[in-house]
């Protein structure tokens, strides 16, 4: 089964970057650069793992974390 893995960060390099390598080695990524469009398509209990940048437009990473949680 492929683990799949949420990422959140406003920079498209880190995302191509992180997205790239994860999928390499097998994951299967969502990422979004803007905190409230991941919130939108956030689906309980479908992601093994949620990578988020501290600091976004919008919505801080922290603030973010406890709205998915």
């Not at 498209?12 to 994860?22: A, C, E, V, Y």
Request: charged residues 30%; negative net charge.
């Amino acid at each position: 089964m492929t683990k799949r893995i949420l990422l959140v960060d406003d920079e498209p390099d880190i995302i191509f970057t992180i997205k790239k390598i994860l999928e390499e080695n097998g994951f299967k990524v969502d990422s979004f650069n803007d905190p409230i469009l991941a919130l939108n398509y956030y689906k309980v209990n479908f992601y093994d793992l949620v990578i988020l940048d501290i600091k976004l437009p919008n919505m801080d990473g922290f603030e973010l974390y406890t709205k998915i949680r």
